[in-house]
């Protein structure tokens, strides 16, 4: 196990971002969020929930994807080149890790997303274990442990004034190598393993850490697509959009065109099923509803999803909704609603 | 992280999402709001293999971009066709095209009616209203072309006149002159150029009176294919002898974009053919 003195950290992340693209939680203008590091950037590792996730590193909010150019010989196609350098992304949390697995089933089912592949290769995953979870955070509902996060290529935990890192992938192994100056060796596994205790025992406790997904699942669409909570719970709903854009899993995309003037860009970017417009077709719409919309986004994460991928949840249990839905009518409300619904009609 | 553009570099592995350049060969006025394009390579031949059945999302660069059915047979080798109404931007754009001209195209997309194994020996009848000819006709010429392979073959196909039929020209030249098959055409209204038959799709269906042992394949507009279906199971028809295909708005064509779910499919990709028993497992509505 290795560890870097917080005071080295300026340092640490200096020598990385000069050797690769490196992506950290960077505070802005009050809010945290993903971007890429820079000297003048405020990095920032305390705050637990970046207001978007990191999911716009692997699956951009916009992208382009190729450029048309019209010639005297017609059309002419120009691809985008793919990622084809190592990146870092550092501090990344357990929870934002596991949606990676899951967008892994869409974009890495046949046929491949290559620019998702691209990505996801490339990258090397430092996490940083949540020192606090948050009263809006339920990882463990999925199975997610917010002190130990598996998936991730160096785990890292912050301890006081210290950080320790711990390779767990071969490419993690080499990162640590690679980067060694400022790193010190330590046998200290005590203090990790104590702060993984506090982790977990705090994560126990929180008040959405018992929700229960009796009921949802592969399979499920009969017993909940006719729910007559669904009417109730949308009736609220403004259809903004937030709870899929700050979503870690929410994946629906849209291809558009941007004229610049010396072609066509053709760019693909994050769209929201919670939009009247997501499925208008020029004959008819399909959805004329919210409350299809809304209960389209519910099942498809809880219900449609699982089915068809050995039953993983299409959520992870980060809260960001609860934190950023302006009329709280985020997943946990729905699985509690129906699940209240359910207890009352055994009773 | 920049995402260079990388001019024709030959060593660019291909997303699926990228498409290639067709050329529209021929363009032909079917009725007052169809036009069928016959799309090539810019250097001649199919731009990919296809079945019966299969999709292509088409692009015009700056308008946009759809799914479209392959109107051509796979048996038709040297090009694909479209038959497209004009009912939106893309589409009206499209129509407003010359010979010559440029399009884009990816594909093929979807699953494709299962010529090749459960159609095979079996009597079939064709049900279409509309542009709902379109995605049947490929399966039609496929099985007319490889016509030792199926037993009967009937056809029924609708419009709101006569004008409105598309492909009549080639209905009444090669189906109805082909082996064992017979065509029952019809048009909504009474009209003074049309000595055939008048009344809908669906009741035009019932009178007919079809046995039960064909299998069924209908498409069409949807109040027309929720018609035809009772009428089928009024006749004697039960649900998995029945084939359809739904539509819905789609972006990817691969079942990543998040528009055609309905229930725990993607039109896109687990359609747009589908067996209507495995409709009645999907949620009513969307």
């Known amino acids: ?347 | 992280m920049s995402e260079d553009c990388l001019c024709k570099n030959p060593s660019y592995r291909q997303d699926v999402l990228i498409p290639q350049v067709g050329v529209i060969r021929k363009i032909t006025q079917e009725t007052p709001d169809v036009r069928s394009f016959i799309v090539t390579a810019p250097g001649g031949g199919r731009l990919f293999d296809q079945m019966p059945g299969q999709c292509a999302m088409i692009c015009a660069p700056g308008i946009g971009e759809a799914m479209f059915s392959i109107t051509s047979s796979p048996t038709e080798t040297d090009y694909h066709e479209f038959s497209i109404k004009e009912c939106g931007v893309l589409t009206s754009y499209l129509h407003g095209l010359k010979e010559g001209d440029q399009i884009l195209v990816r594909g093929p997309y979807g699953n494709h009616f299962p010529v090749d194994d459960i159609y095979k020996g079996k009597d079939l009848l064709f049900i279409a209203g509309g542009i709902g000819l379109a995605p049947l006709r490929s399966v039609i010429n496929y099985c007319l072309a490889k016509r030792e392979d199926y037993g009967k073959i009937d056809i029924l196909y609708g419009s709101r006149s006569k004008a409105d039929l598309v492909k009549l020209e080639e209905i009444r030249e090669v189906w109805e002159k082909a082996p064992d098959t017979k065509v029952w055409l019809t048009i909504d209204r009474e009209d003074p150029e049309w000595d055939g038959h008048v009344g809908f799709v669906p009741s035009y269906l019932t009178e007919a009176g079809f046995s039960t042992d064909k299998t069924a394949i209908i498409c069409g507009p949807p109040i027309m294919i929720k018609f035809c279906l009772q009428n089928l199971e009024q006749l004697g028809f039960s649900r998995d002898q029945v084939y359809t295909t739904l539509e819905l708005r789609m972006k990817c064509g691969i079942g990543k974009c998040g528009r055609c779910n309905i229930g725990s499919k993607y039109v896109c990709k687990d359609g747009p053919v589908f067996r209507c028993d495995e409709i009645d497992q999907l949620p009513d509505e969307y």
């Open chain 1, 1 to 347: 196990m290795k560890k870097l003195s917080m005071n080295d950290v300026p340092k640490f992340l200096s020598s990385v971002g000069a050797a690769m693209d490196l992506f950290v939680p960077v505070r802005m203008t009050g809010a945290t969020n993903w971007g890429v590091w820079d000297k003048e950037r405020e990095v920032d590792l305390q705050t637990l929930k970046s207001v978007k996730s990191p999911k716009d590193v692997f699956f951009p909010q916009c992208q382009t994807m190729y450029t048309v150019s019209k010639g005297e010989d017609g059309f002419s196609i120009d691809p985008m080149k793919l990622t084809d350098q190592p990146f870092c992304v550092f501090g990344i949390r357990s929870c934002d890790v596991r949606a990676l697995t899951v967008m892994d089933q869409v974009f890495l089912a046949d046929p491949v997303d290559t620019f998702y592949k691209a990505r996801r290769e490339q990258a090397i995953l430092v996490s940083l274990a949540c020192h606090r979870p948050a009263q809006t955070c339920f990882c463990s509902v999925f199975g997610i442990d917010a002190a130990q996060c598996d998936g991730a290529d160096v785990a890292m935990w912050m301890i006081g004034e210290e950080l320790f890192l711990e390779g767990q992938t071969e490419k993690g192994n080499e990162f640590l190598g690679q980067f060694s100056e400022l790193l010190s060796d330590t046998d200290d596994t005590a203090s990790v393993e104590e702060e993984k205790e506090s982790i977990r025992s705090i994560t126990k406790k929180l008040p959405y850490s018992s929700l229960s997904l009796e009921g949802w699942g592969a399979g499920k669409t009969d017993e909940k697509f006719d729910d007559p909570n669904w009417q109730q719970l949308s009736d609220a709903c403004l259809a903004c959009g937030t709870c899929t854009f700050v979503c870690p899993t929410c994946q629906c995309y849209d291809i558009k065109d941007y004229d610049t003037g010396h072609g066509i860009q053709r760019y693909r970017c994050w769209d929201s099923c919670m939009y009247s417009d997501f499925t208008l077709m020029a004959a008819a719409n399909n959805r004329t509803t919210q409350m299809q919309r809304y209960r389209q986004r519910f099942m498809h994460k809880l219900v449609y999803f699982p089915t068809n991928n050995n039953g993983m949840y299409m959520c992870v249990g980060c809260g960001r909704c609860v934190d950023r839905c302006p009329q709280a009518l985020n997943i946990v409300k729905v699985i509690k609603t129906m699940d209240k619904g359910r207890e009352e009609e055994k009773a």
